[in-house]
């Protein structure tokens, strides 16, 4: 009889301190800044998403303005290499902007080379990039007239470019 006392009123001892309405106050000041934290960097992430998106939105617009403005569409590409196998785009240079240099030919090289290899739809190991004085020659293949416009915009879009000579080919299947 004594053991079964014993048992039972140490049976209600056990339960009552598993009592989850008893957590400390320190545990639930901490659970509490886990879980703000945890909100907080949701949405800052979320919003950092956001903000990438409408920069790369952003960013394509431009480029796509650009094809139209230098006149870089399919339709042209296809004339200029009709009439002689080049395109060739020239860039207003804004005033006060320095027109090359010796030591600019290689950054400019080194910039458009890194944004080829950024693109998807260019190969860097098909283009050859030289550049003399801001004056930048592409010498390769692409897979369409459409990527001959892309890499001249690249290219015409490079800090210390005036001017693109495309000699790029479309490679045959």
């Not at 998403?49 to 796509?64: C, G, L």
């Not at 006149?71 to 027109?99: F, M, N």
Request: with cysteine; net charge neutral; glycine share 6%.
């Amino acid at each position: 009889m004594k053991i079964i006392l014993i048992s039972t009123a140490l049976l209600g001892l056990l339960s009552a301190g598993c009592n989850k309405n008893d957590t400390p106050p320190v545990v639930q000041k901490t659970e509490n800044a886990v879980s703000n934290a945890y909100d907080k960097t949701k949405d800052a992430v979320g919003n950092a998403a956001e903000k990438t998106k409408d920069v790369a939105i952003d960013a394509k617009n431009a480029v796509a303005d650009k094809f139209t403005e230098w006149k870089l569409t399919p339709s042209d590409i296809k004339a200029d290499l009709q009439k002689g196998g080049r395109v060739v785009r020239d860039k207003t240079v804004a005033a006060g902007e320095k027109v090359g240099g010796a030591v600019d030919n290689a950054r400019i090289v080194t910039v458009i080379n890194a944004k080829y290899v950024a693109d998807s739809d260019l190969s860097a190991w098909k283009i050859n990039v030289d550049a003399d004085s801001g004056v930048v020659t592409l010498n390769g293949t692409v897979k369409s007239e459409d990527f001959i416009g892309k890499a001249i915009v690249l290219a015409l879009d490079t800090d210390g470019v005036h001017q693109v000579v495309s000699l790029l080919k479309v490679e045959t299947k």
